[in-house]
């Protein structure tokens, strides 16, 4: 708490200190939730963020302040909105600053903290799945018309498939930690598909599907829900940059259709609900439909499975590497994550058809 104290210090905040402990279940950066005494003041949340992995965070609290202040306009121009609550807002350093450097290099961020909110690692209910995907349809089509030309790429290629499969073939090759023989299974899975989980990427790369503004880590604990779990925010910006729609849908997919965790070691909890599917996607097009393109569109089921196959090719190349970039509760963690993650595609082949079917349904 000392350390954490003085930087909080630096930062334009109200009222007294009372708590800094840590908060959530991101696999990136620190997260604490800073509590103070005064109940007519805000709480906070304060982040140190993850330098390792964004190389340059200058970059990207530029995108995260552009981004935040275009979605408070526009909720000041929404009547009923409540700008605070529905859109994350920066907490400026006493010298004006998005962020703050402390002398040991680390960078630290402070948002208000939004109360009264659910964040949910699983889903369980079609309603929920409904209101995700009516969010991140509708942060989508706030920031579509964002002024200022392109955001920074804070990791650069961060969903690009060829990539992430050929690092996950040469960490595999150089055997860092003498893993590579435990992970023959699932490597023969990850590269019989790799032709079809190329599709979305070379159709971008041929210019037939356009480049947005996407979220670019639409994990279903990053929009909060209010206490009815109706939508109430998009948070965790860091990936806020140029991507295809459906690198947003798909990772939503991923965690709002699977009826057991990401990370669950049981795999018979594993699978996608297709009620849990149709609600999702319900919501995304009603808010999106009438802007994505045909060749989108057509695409939208696939990407469903694309990003369980694109997450689980990381968490599989990050245990041969020996663990240097997600969080991990334990020892085999990363590989469990995978085994999970290609579990769920599994399931999801097996619906494929009916994947389609529910996305043509709601055109
Ligand atoms: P990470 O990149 O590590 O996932 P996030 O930005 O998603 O970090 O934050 C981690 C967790 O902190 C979130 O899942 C959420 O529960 C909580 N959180 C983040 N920002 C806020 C906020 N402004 N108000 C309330 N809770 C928040
Ligand atoms: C990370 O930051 P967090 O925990 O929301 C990761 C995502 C992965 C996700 C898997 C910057 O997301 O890409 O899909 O873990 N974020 C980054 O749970 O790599
Ligand atoms: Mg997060």
Known sequence: ??????????????????????????HINDTYKVETVESDCFNYILQRINHKIFKNVPGLMDNIDRVTRHIRMKLENTPGADPNRQGLTL?????????????????????IF???NRSYDIV???EKAYEGGRMFGKFQSMIADLPG?????TIPNFHNIDMRLETLRQTIAMDPVGRASLVADEAAFVFARAEEMGTILHLGQKGLIPQRITHNDTKFNNVLLDNNDKGLCVIDLDTVMPGYVHYDFGDSIRTSTNTGAEDDPDLSKVEMDIRLFEAYTKGFLEETRSTLTVLELDNLALSGKLL?????????TDYVDGDNYFKIKHEHHNLQRARAQFKLLASQERQFS??????????
């Open 1 to 26: 708490m000392n350390n954490l104290s003085v930087v909080i210090k630096n930062f334009c905040t109200e009222g007294t200190v009372l708590t800094a402990l840590p908060y959530g279940s991101g």
């Open 91 to 111: 907490i400026r350093t006493l010298d004006g600053k998005s962020f703050l450097q402390d002398p040991e290099g680390n960078f630290w961020r402070m948002y």
């Open 114 to 116: 939004i109360e009264d």
């Open 124 to 126: 369980d209910t079609p």
């Open 149 to 153: 030309g392109p955001l920074h790429e």
């Open 308 to 316: 369980p196959y694109m997450i689980g090719v990381r968490f599989l």
């Open 354 to 363: 009916s994947m389609q079917e529910v996305v043509r349904k709601y055109l």
